[in-house]
């Protein structure tokens, strides 16, 4: 696995405070994409992930 700390700091969504999100499907949507950069199949590029937005 690469470097966590480099690949968090890339991150985008870590900009925002998911706390303070008004919709809770924005928060967990945000969670998800998280978890699929992290976890994810390399494979597929850093948000291989489906969603109907």
């Not at 696995?1 to 499907?25: F, G, H, V, Y």
């Amino acid at each position: 696995m690469e470097n966590l700390t480099d690949s968090l700091a890339t991150w985008p969504a870590l900009a925002c405070d998911l706390r303070k999100t008004i919709d809770q499907r924005v928060r967990d949507h945000e969670i998800r994409l998280l978890l699929s950069y992290i976890l994810g199949d390399q494979g597929k590029g850093p948000l291989g992930v489906d969603c109907s937005a």
